[in-house]
């Protein structure tokens, strides 16, 4: 392949990765999506592809979709099991983010949320809220009508909203300010005041520090308070997990602050926040090591700013 081929697909595989993460929620089958294109793209006569662009992005969306539809995910993603990948603010994978609908697109809560969504209605949701597809397109991209198109992104949006109803955007400094509080109301042990920065509706979901078989789930105020402070209540048997002793940063991980755990560069534990009016509205905390590789990567080449919590 000659080298204008390869810089034309080079210059938009940061879109068609952004493309794949929204629509699988890993950062690692994304890149294994966005390479199967480029080998696809290698092996193909393009010598017939009027609008290289479009082709691409075909190509990628279904690629995605055969994933999405394969034995091996449905059982990697039946309910209970799966979190999505949280990124670093930053991160080329995390797209375009010029429009509220864009940045929501790509938050950990509507990941999770799309998981919900058949497949085609995810690609058409996907296509539209962040890319900005016309329908006629959607539709030549997903193999349907156009009335399809408008159907499926109307179903999905529809869910959507019905399950973020309320949540609105949060300015990004004053949700830092109530993660601080939080952070220091964990590690100081004050259980009251953790219970009080919860909304009424608050959820919590783990990977129980990486090791669990199931997710946790907590939905009362009271439960959420009490795992959050037995995870920051530090202990030998949890720095000798960890591998040593580590220092709390917050940083913006998929658009909202989250409180990263950091051992010598290296991040061994992220708890993310979503925070509406004032208050904590959910956490996710993620520990196993092949959700946090991106992440961990990116934070190596990042210049942090100095931790909440130095000494744990």
């Known amino acids: 392949m000659d080298s204008a081929a ?19 929620g890993s950062a690692a089958d994304a890149e294994d999506a966005v390479q199967d294109t480029f080998l696809r793209w290698q092996a193909t006569d393009r010598e017939r592809i009027e609008v290289p662009e479009a082709w691409l992005t075909k190509v990628v969306t279904n690629l995605c979709l055969d994933r999405l539809r394969s034995a091996q995910a449905r059982h990697e993603r039946a309910a209970g099991d799966w979190l999505p990948e949280p990124l670093l603010d930053g991160d080329p994978m995390l797209g375009p983010a ?3 609908e864009q940045r929501e697109s790509v938050s950990l809560a509507v990941l999770a949320l799309m998981e919900r969504l058949s497949p085609v209605e995810r690609a058409a949701y996907v296509l539209r809220e962040a890319f900005s597809y016309p329908h006629a397109e959607i539709a030549g991209i997903l193999g349907i009508t156009e009335s399809a198109s408008q159907q ?4 999905a949006r529809g869910r959507v909203t019905a ?10 400094a004053s949700a830092r300010r109530v993660v601080e509080e939080f952070l220091a109301a964990a590690t100081s042990g004050r259980t009251e005041r953790l219970v009080a920065m919860l909304t009424a509706d608050a959820t919590a979901i783990s990977d129980g520090a990486g090791l669990a078989r199931r997710l946790l789930r907590y939905r009362t105020r009271e439960r959420i308070a009490s795992y ?28 909202s602050p989250a409180v990263l755990a950091v051992i010598e560069d290296r991040v061994v ?19 196993a090591p092949d959700r946090l590789a991106r992440l961990d990567e990116a934070w190596r080449q990042h210049k942090p700013d100095a931790p909440v919590v130095a000494a744990w």
Do not use: C, M, Q, W
């Not at 499926?152 to 179903?155: G, L």
């Not at 399950?163 to 990004?172: K, L, Q, T």
């Not at 591998?243 to 998929?254: D, E, Y």
């Open 6 to 24: 390869v810089d034309r697909f080079e210059a938009g595989r940061d879109r068609l990765a952004s493309l794949a993460y929204r629509l699988l």
């Open 152 to 155: 499926h992104v109307h179903r």
């Open 163 to 172: 399950e973020r109803r309320g949540r609105g955007e949060v300015d990004p």
């Open 98 to 100: 010029d429009t509220f």
């Open 269 to 287: 534990g992220a708890v993310a926040f979503e925070v509406s009016d004032g208050k904590v509205a959910s956490l996710r905390g993620i520990a």
């Open 228 to 255: 959050v402070r037995a995870g920051f209540k530090p202990t030998p048997a949890k720095r000798r997990l960890a591998g040593g002793s580590p220092a709390f940063h917050i940083a913006l991980v998929n658009g």
